[in-house]
């Protein structure tokens, strides 16, 4: 049989619902990473690749970090080292959408083939524990005074806590362009720095900073949600009198030029691994909110998502 006809076959009885682990048992997924260890991505990766394990629809999954500039340099080693290999992944989101709004590397997203969202997110602004500062009111009052003072810590430029700092600081009367914004190739890195005192506010996804804040070593300060989560005991930033509200999803895309029966093939292992026990444990561990979309709908919504941030980045002053 044709490999193209396999793969036909393949996608049409997962979508049904009769396929057996044992179709997938051999599969060897290579996982791009295109961020540091310790973050967000990283740890969306690693627990995707042991729900596809357990699910049985992978036998194996290799795992390759490669971080920096929002994700652009996995994203072109990427594009440039996986071009029509169907057991291709890498792992993206929101920062990369808003990485390549600001930087415009040479490799778009645009280019791969999406796969499915999986999760969001709401940021987090958290404070190291020895920090004068105790609220976020504090600090907004100091970055009133002298904007340079506060150091905001996150991920990459355009990340959508560097968005949503740019918004805080509009939203107290302070351009966006005056505020003091460190950038970090992975969470591991922000965490240091955090920790370290070398920057005032550190700003992820709530995963990241879940066991600093629970240990006392890091004080959260504020959600970026509309109202507060649950689970997380903490205000959120329009409970503080601060009109802002962002979200941060992440998901996987595949390799360039694979076909449509192999992308339908490859999704269907996706969503298989979504309803595993151990991606179940995952979202639970994490905190993180199940947000899957496949085919024509995650397409719309990344050009939509595209569109928005790029709004809400004009209004910042950030592009």
């Not at 690749?49 to 652009?72: H, I, P, Q």
């Not at 351009?175 to 550190?202: C, D, M, Q």
């Not at 503080?240 to 999704?267: C, K, S």
Request: charged share 20%; no cysteine; hydrophobic share 45%.
């Amino acid at each position: 049989m044709r490999r193209d006809t396999f793969l036909k076959s393949l996608a049409a009885l997962a979508a049904a619902g009769a396929l057996p682990n044992v179709a997938w048992a051999n599969a060897n997924i290579k996982m791009m990473i295109p961020a540091n260890p310790g973050g967000g991505w990283d740890g969306t990766g690693r627990a995707l690749g042991e729900a596809l394990r357990d699910a049985g629809v992978a036998s194996s999954v290799t795992f390759e970090n490669k971080g920096g500039a929002a994700g652009a340099i996995g994203l072109a080693q990427f594009f440039n080292a996986s071009k029509g290999d169907p057991n291709a992944l890498m792992v993206m989101g929101a920062v990369m959408l808003g990485g390549i709004i600001t930087g415009k590397p040479p490799v778009s997203v645009t280019q791969l083939t999406p796969i499915a969202r999986l999760t969001t997110e709401y940021n987090v602004f958290v404070l190291p524990a020895n920090s004068p500062y105790k609220t976020m009111k504090d600090v907004v009052e100091q970055l009133k005074k002298d904007p340079g003072s506060i150091k905001w810590g996150g991920g990459s430029r355009g990340a959508t806590e560097h968005i949503a700092a740019a918004q805080i600081a509009q939203s107290v009367g302070v351009p966006a362009s005056k505020i003091n914004y460190v950038p970090f190739r992975g969470g591991g890195e922000a965490v240091a720095a955090i920790l370290g005192g070398n920057v005032t506010v550190g700003g992820s996804g709530f995963s990241e900073f879940q066991q600093y804040i629970e240990s006392g070593k890091m004080r959260a300060i504020a959600v970026t949600s509309a109202q507060r989560v649950k689970g997380i005991d903490v205000p959120t930033l329009k409970e503080q009198g601060i009109d802002v509200e962002i979200g941060n999803w992440r998901g996987v895309y595949g390799a360039p030029g694979i076909t449509q029966a192999q992308r339908d093939a490859l999704t269907a292992m996706v969503v298989k691994a979504t309803q595993s026990k151990a991606w179940a444990a995952a979202l639970e561990k994490n905190n993180w909110t199940p947000a899957l979309l496949t085919g024509k709908a995650f397409d719309e919504f990344v050009d939509k998502d595209f569109s928005s941030l790029r709004a809400t980045m004009v209004r910042a002053g950030m592009v």
